[in-house]
């Protein structure tokens, strides 16, 4: 698989275009300030797998 390039060509090993397509999701934040802020800090920053209760 290969996506187009600037010029439309595709790579000699690619020789089917596939269109390039934008992916994106729209998000709702209905999280308490406090306790997102905590999940934030704990569990995305550390890289860590949390649970539901933002614990590990």
């Not at 090993?13 to 934008?22: D, E, K, Q």
């Not at 300030?33 to 933002?54: I, L, P, W």
């Amino acid at each position: 698989m290969s996506y187009n390039t600037v010029n439309g060509q595709c790579a000699g090993a690619y020789p089917v275009a596939i269109p390039n397509v934008s992916m994106h999701g729209d998000v709702f934040l209905a999280w308490d300030n406090v306790a997102m802020g905590q999940r934030v800090k704990d569990c995305v920053v550390q890289k860590a797998k949390c649970n539901t209760a933002g614990t590990f």
